[in-house]
């Protein structure tokens, strides 16, 4: 069995989980140890549910499986379908022994895990990506939650799963620009902790993009186990756990200026972290072959390297006033102190912030 995937252990205590990461492992993984109860439900949504639910269902033998199926997109992660999942929940006389599994993106993560975190006071929960993003990024770590009209991720909670399963498989069907916009936050962990691993990307960026299944198996490997390191030394966010917000900053002023869904959040950050090397360099931290290495590989992913066209100065400045990392009005941005290696600050220099902005607005 275990020449078939590869495991991480994410270590936080008696918290702790596995990932398991390979290839064609939904359906053929049995996951009903990570079950204590009787009864599963899955919860998926209308694009992903007839390409991968039947496997999905077949990882739990001997397990009572029941789906939840909520319409596709961000929009939806909100209230109203959160609730949904609750009557299913409630409707088919699910327990407090019941198990909820994510199966989808990042969107149906975020949501089934919360709702794990508020069923009866909390029930537990497994982790089945099927985006790139939601494979390197948002099934790691425990942080669930939904939107409110006022802003993204306002209403949430921290509530680790039992196990992660990644089957590299199933981004075979995933579209191309989401491929992408995962990239974004796999070249992210090579730039803030491992030099090695962004070298490793530039010879395979082609084979990652071409969804070649060992390459696709290595990348999401070293960036979970990153994002794992991380989370094991500051899984609430204290201090270290925000530098993985590389390029957000920019990105998420990005994303709103766009209109959510114009541009992915992936591809945001991708130009974000572009953003914030230029700023590095102007602080003389790292140099000018640095930042044009990092464009280079940004393009080679498929992302965009600019931010939309007419985002002026002023608009960045408006839309990173109200960033949550901020603290006490300080504009607090993560930058590189080197390739490899990212640092939280509210020193930037105004002046090198303006550069910044001239460089990269039409
Ligand atoms: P997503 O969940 O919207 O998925 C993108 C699209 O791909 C959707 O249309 C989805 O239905 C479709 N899809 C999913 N798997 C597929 C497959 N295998 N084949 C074909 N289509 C497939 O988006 P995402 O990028 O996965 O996740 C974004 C969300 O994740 C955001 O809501 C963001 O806030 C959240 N997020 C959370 C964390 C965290 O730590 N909890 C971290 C990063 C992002
Ligand atoms: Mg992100």
């Not at 009866?120 to 939107?147: A, C, E, M, W």
């Not at 991720?153 to 191309?176: C, E, K």
């Not at 640092?343 to 039409?362: D, G, K, W």
């Amino acid at each position: 069995m275990s020449d078939r995937y590869r495991e991480l252990s994410v270590e936080l205590g008696e918290r702790s989980y596995p990932i398991f990461i390979g290839e064609d492992l939904l359906g053929t993984q049995d996951l009903s140890p990570f079950v204590s109860g009787a009864q599963v439900m899955i919860v998926t949504n209308e694009t992903v549910a007839p390409l991968y639910l039947d496997r999905a269902k077949a990882c739990f033998p001997g397990k009572r499986v029941d789906t939840v199926t909520l319409p596709d997109g961000e929009k939806f992660k909100d209230w109203k379908t959160l609730n949904s999942i609750f009557d299913g929940l409630l409707e088919q006389r699910h327990t407090r022994k019941t198990t909820l599994v994510a199966l989808g993106g990042g969107v149906i993560g975020d949501m089934a895990g919360f709702a794990a975190a508020c069923y009866q006071r909390g029930v537990p929960f497994i982790q089945i990506p099927t985006t790139l993003l939601s494979q390197v990024d948002s099934s790691v770590g425990g942080k669930t939650g939904i939107n409110h009209p006022l802003g993204k991720n306002m209403i949430g909670a921290f509530h680790q799963p039992q196990a992660v399963l990644i089957d590299t498989a199933s981004l075979q069907t995933l579209p191309p620009r989401e491929v992408s916009a995962g990239l974004a936050e796999v070249i992210k962990y090579g730039l803030i902790r491992d030099q090695g691993f962004l070298a490793w990307l530039e010879e395979h960026m082609e084979s990652l993009v071409s969804l070649k299944p060992e390459a696709l198996a290595e990348a999401i490997f070293r960036s979970c186990a990153c994002k794992a390191e991380i989370v094991a030394l500051d899984e609430r966010e204290g201090g270290l756990r925000a530098i993985l917000n590389l390029g957000h900053t920019f990105g998420h002023a990005i994303e709103t200026y766009a209109g959510y869904g114009n541009w992915l959040h992936g591809e945001a950050v991708g130009t974000g972290m572009l953003m914030a090397a230029e700023l590095s360099a102007l602080e003389g931290m790292i140099t000018r072959d640095d930042c044009d290495r990092i464009n280079r590989l940004i393009l080679r992913a498929g992302l965009p390297d600019r931010p939309p066209v007419g985002m002026t100065a002023d608009d960045f400045m408006g839309l990173m006033a109200v960033d949550k990392k901020n603290v006490d009005g300080l504009l607090r941005l993560v930058l590189l102190r080197s390739v490899g290696d990212a640092v939280v600050t509210s020193n930037a220099s105004p002046e090198n912030l303006a550069l910044t902005f001239a460089r990269f607005c039409s």
